[in-house]
């Protein structure tokens, strides 16, 4: 599985387990699981969560419903913090980020 880049493992941590929750809704399997979140970066002093990831191509008519609740899902774990959520499309997403989760869900 592909390594999400993060200045906080602490915060990362409770951050992933909460993004396995959000689904892909064409394809049922989390933003996780499908390998888009990049990077989850925190400012502990400004309160803030930043979040880097990418779609399965850049076309994705969903795309601002699976930001949106990224985002949301970032905010319902840290309630005190500020959340922004972008996209970034410079490395590609491939299928080789699946997780074999995903790719176990994929197969049914």
Not at 92 to 105: A, L, N, Q, V, Y
Request: net charge negative.
């Amino acid at each position: 599985m592909y390594a999400i880049t993060t200045n906080r493992p602490d915060y990362c941590a409770q951050a992933v387990e909460q993004l396995y929750s959000v689904l892909d809704p064409e394809m049922g399997v989390s933003v996780i699981d499908l390998g888009l979140i990049e990077q989850i970066d925190v400012d502990v002093a400004a309160q803030k969560i930043y979040c880097r990831m990418t779609l399965t191509t850049a076309f994705c008519p969903l795309g601002e419903a699976i930001t949106n609740r990224v985002q949301q899902a970032l905010q319902e774990t840290f309630p005190n913090f500020s959340a922004a959520v972008t996209l970034d499309f410079d490395s590609r997403w491939t299928p080789d980020r699946i997780s074999e989760t995903g790719k176990s869900i994929l197969d049914r």
